[in-house]
């Protein structure tokens, strides 16, 4: 079946633009969450969507950092001026219901500043 | 704060031996993990969980081991295959719904 889908899978772009990242959850799935991972490191997170609640962001670095989710299901992830320390891996998971059920992730976005 | 991490960062077994990767944990209330592997270029890959009421789970040439006394998990892999070298990452599950992550155990598995 289908699962966790984001884009673009690659993206290259100077200091200072904003960009966006999409991601697509597995269908029926009602919690969404983004982390960003380090060239070599364990996942950090950044969001998380849950229903019709008000997300957590508690994990965005800075309020560069934003995200939304339209209709409960496809997240976009928008960093704004982006700086070279954005650069890495952006995942998003879904899970089917947020108690105690495993997250699934998309490949990433491989986000690359210059 | 919290926080989960891991006692070996590289693993290195033959083909065919069993591996078990351990990771350590800190938050007492925590009542949910899971076991990830992430092979290059690739998002992590769900392998199996465990809930804080059980101290073993088996899947299929997995089993995870949970031991709340030392706050200890285990992920042992029976018949180690060449398709199991990757990246194996504990989570737990913290407040609210949002997991931590350790920084992970390389596995890597010789002919």
Redesign the interface.
């Known amino acids: 079946g289908a699962g966790v889908s984001q884009s673009p899978s690659n993206k290259v772009t100077e200091k200072g633009k904003d960009v966006e990242l999409r991601c697509d959850p597995i269908s029926g799935h009602t919690a969404l969450y983004w982390y960003r991972q380090s060239l070599g490191q364990g996942l950090e997170f950044l969001i998380y969507f849950q229903g019709n609640s008000a997300p957590d962001k508690s994990g965005l670095p800075s309020d560069r950092f934003s995200a939304e989710r339209t209709g409960g299901s496809v997240s976009t992830l928008t960093i704004q001026r982006t700086q070279q320390e954005d650069s890495a891996v952006y995942l998003c998971a879904s899970s089917l219901v947020s108690f105690n059920q495993p997250q699934h992730f998309g490949d990433g976005t491989r986000l690359s500043i210059l | 704060g919290e926080s989960v991490g891991l006692h070996l960062p590289t693993l290195s077994v033959q083909e065919g031996d069993n591996s078990i990767i351990n990771c350590a944990y800190s938050n007492s209330a925590s009542?949910?993990f899971?076991w990830?592997k992430q092979e290059s270029?690739?998002?992590?890959?769900?392998i199996i969980?465990i809930?804080s009421n059980m101290d073993k789970r088996q899947g299929q040439r997995v089993t995870v081991l949970l031991n709340k006394t030392v706050k200890h998990l285990s992920l042992q892999i029976a018949a180690t295959q060449p398709g199991d070298s990757a990246v194996y990452?504990c989570?737990e599950?913290s407040s609210?719904?949002?997991?931590?992550?350790?920084?992970?155990t390389r596995l890597a598995v010789r002919p």
Do not use: E, N, S
């Open positions: 009542d949910y899971i990830y270029g690739k998002g992590p890959q769900f969980d809930r990452f989570a599950k609210g719904d949002k997991l931590t992550f350790g920084t992970g």
